[in-house]
């Protein structure tokens, strides 16, 4: 596998930062595949408890939250197909609100969207692995903003991680 460089801030949008600056390796693609096996774990023995639990008014419940992690995957995951394939278009943002509520994930089953997960970051696993080192440092634009292909594994882990940090911290407490 190969070893794809951490970007630098200014290679992708700033409100990506918190999520890139979570993974602190040259090997994202391997932090990427145990992260799938790691989270589907602590979903399957903690969250699935508190699954229809929301911290407060307003908040997403647990699996709504997951819905919008398997969403932003797929988002993501879309991006970095673009940027790999030199689109030049600006690929959209995305209203994650918006989306969570279309998604209905309040009428579907738990144990099935964990799959769906893991299917989700399997898929990205697989696409990601087909790029060459060069590919990593094409750029395309992301919501009006430049962006590193090789940014995109980095947020997709630091964004699973920042919302695992919140369900440990506001959920399951």
């Known amino acids: 596998m190969i070893m794809i460089e951490k970007p630098m801030k200014g290679d992708y949008p ?5 999520y890139v600056e979570k993974v602190d390796t ?26 229809m639990f929301a911290y ?13 992690l398997i969403d932003a995957e797929r988002v993501m995951l879309n991006r970095a197909f673009f940027i790999s394939r030199n689109d030049p278009q600006n690929l ?24 769906e997960f893991e299917t989700t970051r399997e898929n990205s696993l697989q696409l990601l692995k087909t790029f060459r080192k060069e590919d990593y440092f ?8 430049q962006t590193v292909l090789a940014a ?4 997709m882990f630091g964004h699973v991680a920042h919302h695992q940090e919140i369900i440990e911290q506001k959920y399951l407490k």
């Not at 094409?138 to 903003?145: E, Q, S, T």
């Open 26 to 51: 040259v090997d994202i693609l391997s932090y990427l595949r145990l992260q799938k096996i790691e989270f589907s774990s602590f979903l399957k023995s903690k969250v699935i408890y508190k699954r």
């Open 138 to 145: 094409k750029k395309g634009i992301i919501n009006g903003f």
């Open 56 to 68: 407060d008014t307003g908040k997403w419940t647990c699996q709504e939250l997951l819905g919008h």
């Open 152 to 155: 995109i594994p980095y947020i």
């Open 14 to 18: 700033a409100y990506f930062e918190n």
């Open 92 to 115: 959209p943002g995305f209203e994650q609100d918006d989306y969570v509520a279309a998604g209905r994930f309040m009428e579907r089953d738990f144990e099935e969207m964990i799959i």
